[in-house]
């Protein structure tokens, strides 16, 4: 089967829960004997580069502009998967903001399958504008109205989109992968984590996120700031991350933070640094306001870590009795509940840290992922073939 996905910047993934979702689904998916193409972006993954392990690249240009980045690149993209790839199967949408340009290959060559999986409910992101919002509105509805088939990465989606469309789609998962956890710093560790940002292993809470407003920093940074003194020395609080054009935003955030030397803005981090930084923390913290299926908060399942969430659906479906949640938006209920997460006996943290790695084990990997999106696939593919808009002409 030959597949194309379109919708994310670039693999493999510096950033963004869809980069890293394609990343991880490409790889396994090629595993499978599938033949997977990736379009990327020039100002994300270098243009040179062809070939992502198993995986083919493909640069395409984009109007590189925040409300035009994603909408060019992809319907650039769609238009050279349509009538450039020879032997194509499969475009797998990824994003209700691509997916508003689904219907493209759906018009143009019907014998194409369409695939889109639906993340999040991006309009409710603070960044966009009314206009950009409203096109999402509409990517959202070509995303689960116009493919052969949809997916959702999470099952409060899947419902929503039964009762706002009247329509089934697909639960499949975001996952992580799943390595061996070793919870004991070794001194090499222990050195690059004072060395770099004057760490020490337990000695802080992590957050993990692109920074914008809907991830809810400020809710954290503030709820923060109440603690004691003492406590906030114990525990730094270490924000991981960069703005997606949201640069006012980091410097609120850095405003709220007012110098407080126990709160660390480490900038975006990948491979080992992240990794090492996810390993060695106390805790997740994890107060969006708005989310698909966050990929970083099953991360922290992962490696083990007690979590408090925002109590969000899309938050509590993964640690729902496996973690703490907090009243979203709520500064004072976030505060009480970060002095209810210092306060967990070794016989808590350890009850945690297994409960979530077994449910990351069992339910969000990406093997699992895999088979049940090649399942997607064949179903697609045996769909009957047909165009969105037939012209019959009249006889005269």
């Not at 016989?347 to 049940?372: L, P």
């Amino acid at each position: 089967m030959k597949i194309a996905m379109i919708g994310q910047k670039g693999i493999p993934a510096k950033s963004g829960g869809i980069e890293k979702h394609v990343e991880h689904l490409s790889l396994k998916l090629s595993d499978l004997g599938h033949e997977v193409l990736a379009y990327t972006r020039p100002h994300y993954s270098p243009k040179h580069k062809k070939n992502y392990k198993k995986v083919k690249l493909i640069s395409l240009r984009s109007l590189k502009t925040k409300n035009l980045d994603a909408a060019s690149h992809t319907f650039f993209a769609s238009l050279h998967a349509i009538y450039k790839l020879k032997d194509l199967n499969i475009i797998h949408y990824h994003g209700i903001g691509p997916s508003l340009f689904a219907w493209l290959p759906r018009l143009l060559k019907p014998s194409l399958r369409v695939v889109s999986t639906f993340h999040c409910q991006d309009y409710y992101h603070q960044k966009w504008s009314l206009l950009a919002r409203l096109s999402l509105r509409l990517g959202e509805a070509f995303s689960v109205l116009v493919p052969h088939k949809t997916i959702a990465v999470s099952r409060t989606l899947k419902r929503y989109a039964k009762a706002v469309y009247g329509k089934d789609i697909v639960y499949t998962p975001n996952a992580t992968e799943q390595k061996s956890v070793n919870k004991i710093a070794t001194k090499s560790e222990q050195k690059v984590l004072d060395k770099k940002w004057s760490l020490l292993p337990r000695g802080y809470l992590i957050t993990v996120n692109r920074l914008v407003k809907h991830k809810g920093i400020h809710t954290l940074i503030e709820a923060y700031n109440h603690l004691d003194p003492k406590a906030q020395l114990k525990k730094k609080l270490v924000i991981v991350g960069k703005p997606s054009y949201t640069d006012n935003y980091l410097a609120e955030l850095k405003s709220l933070a007012a110098n407080n030397p126990n709160i660390i803005f480490t900038g975006q981090q990948v491979g080992k640094d992240l990794e090492l930084l996810f390993k060695n923390a106390f805790a997740y913290i994890h107060p969006s306001e708005s989310e698909g299926l966050s990929l970083a908060l099953l991360e922290a399942m992962h490696y083990g870590l007690p979590i408090l969430t925002s109590n969000i659906p899309e938050n509590i479906e993964p640690i729902n009795g496996i973690g703490l949640t907090f009243r979203n938006k709520n500064i004072s209920d976030l505060y009480k509940r970060l002095g209810q997460l210092l306060a967990l006996s070794r016989n808590d943290i350890k009850k945690m840290a297994r409960k979530g790695q077994e449910r990351s084990r069992d339910h969000y990997n990406w093997e699992n992922v895999a088979q049940k999106t090649e399942k997607v696939y064949i179903s697609a593919l045996s769909s009957k073939a047909r165009v969105l808009l037939k012209f019959k002409a009249k006889k005269v």
